[in-house]
């Protein structure tokens, strides 16, 4: 019961911070494609 436990709280934070972690780099890909946009206008 222990082990369960401790695979599904690791798979939980696995989710989150991927998630986190796609969520910060869709973000820098929005703000560089933002800047190449200023630049070229």
């Known amino acids: 019961m222990i082990d369960y436990l401790t695979i599904m709280a ?3 934070v696995l989710k989150s911070a991927f998630f986190y972690l796609s969520k910060s780099v869709i973000n ?11 630049i070229r206008s």
């Open 10 to 12: 690791e798979k939980v």
């Open 28 to 38: 820098n890909e929005m703000d560089l494609y933002t800047h190449i946009c200023c």
